[in-house]
């Protein structure tokens, strides 16, 4: 027999009202990242049973494919395969224990498509969207709010999970919400993509940015070009020689993963500049005919395509034909960034070209070229962006800016009428150093995770209408100093961070909320496997940090833990702390010059930087 509940009523009496989140008294606030729009919670929760199934009320297959990822994860939880079942009321009940997923293939919008509801009654988990985008963002959701957080392997069978009773109603802030990572300088499998695209789906981004194509590696499979990955995806010699390419059979797996989790894969093949790569494997594209070398350093390189060939041209639309047919993506990246004009300027076929079109500066001539690439693209339905130079010389008609010298680029190109795309270097840049550290590579810069919380991705100068046009924000993971075993330390935990900068209502961020709900997170990340970054202990001397400092008689040290959680260990003989080594308590007490050394330590055995600091005695 089917046991019948009522439709549940979640009665929202006696709640206290937080910015965004109404609570019952004795009932926590879940610990959601990104933070949703409105949020109400009760001092109950639903307890998943044996007998529980995930109910949809469509046959729409992309609503069951979603049904079928929220059972995969909740047999994770509890050991449990949760049936999948379809089932259509005139009353709108269901039996009690269910998680049910309505809604499903009705509106399209842009913003309509990704909101979602989700009621959670001691009987119901009832997750309800127009579209089932919007049912897989609130099944993040569900990830999230499951308890306890899983934290190794899966789960033994039965084990018990429950959802705290919560009524959610949420939908993102900004409909572009994406994470750049550069496959060129440091080449990722296709398991590490997989795997980022998970985790930027956990944290409802839908864009990821995939640059591929650089100075030191070429790395997408391009059929009438073979020599692009045969010779531009390896640099280096003998026991020094790297590098990797992705096939088109895998990135057409990598495409239907990022598809079967709502995550658009925005392709980055790199002109005019950023190409020697290319250029090593097709020398007769470069003004001066070369030969080069897949680039072995850093850096910004003066060979670039040669904009007078025609070649060029032809050749471009040969290889974006095939990433048009590789990528469903209405948007094709194409670079534009940091391209010297010196060949330019010293090329006879360039300068012919600057005559005949009657361009008065090679910005002009840059201009060209980005313009008939869009041409290109748009005769192929897609849509071009390029980074804010592509604004200097005069902007392609249709081209979406992505702004990363700042925000100037954001304002010229909205206040012009261009969709915008915003991650400036202040911000967004993942690769730059989380803190000020010796071990951390400071040379690009350094933002810390409060500089990305306060990230504003609509520069306030802007009139409404063209705000309208700043379509959201990516965080940009490059990766010189950053192989595949770095990036998680680089993008965490900052990018729980920007996903709430690019979710959540503006009125509902909060630092100190923030914060404490990314303690709770870390767990949820743990389980995830992730390597994020843990700060370094450091010393307080007289309440002020310090890094050194000249005494006399004797110093009392404190050590002070940023990140509020784990063990600090100290030595005091200039070697590298571990966990035998001194277990911080108190002040320590100095009586002699002494260089302490400090590192946090966490339960599952992860550890910060080691923090070092010298104490001069003087007397
Ligand atoms: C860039 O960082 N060169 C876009
Ligand atoms: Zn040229």
Redesign the pocket.
Known sequence: MVMRTVRPVVLLACLVQTSMAAAEPGAAVPALIPRPAQMSVQAVCFELKPTSEVIVGTADAEVRAVAGYLADHLRTLTGNALPVTERATSDGLFPAGSLVLLGGPGDRQAAGEEAYTLRITPTEVRLEAAHARGLFLGVQTLRQLAQPVLTTGPAPAGAACTFPCVEISDVPRYRWRGMLLDCGRHFMSKEFIKRYIDLLAYHKLNVLHWHLTEDQGWRVQIKKYPKLTEVGAWRGQGEQRYGGFYTQDDVREIVAYARSRYVTIVPEIEMPG?CQAALAAYPELSCTGGPFEVSTQWGVREDVYCAGNERTFEFLEDVLSEVIALFPSEYVHI?G??CPKARWQACPKCQARMRAEGLRDENELQSYFVRRIERFLNSHGRRLIG??EILEGGVAPDATV?S??GLKGAVAAAGANHDVIC?P?THC?LDYAQAKHPEEPTQMGYVPLETVYSFEPTPPELSAEAARHILGAEG?M?TEHAPEARVDWQVFPRLCALAEVMWSPREARDWGDFQARLRVHYARLDALGVNYYVPAPRFVRDGQVVTQGVFSGALAVSLDNPFGAGELFYTVDGSEPTAASLRYQAPVELKETTVLKARTLLPNGRTSCSAEARFERSD
């Open positions: 950023h670079g960034d940091e980074w804010d992505q990363w010298r991650s270097t840049y940009n490059w």
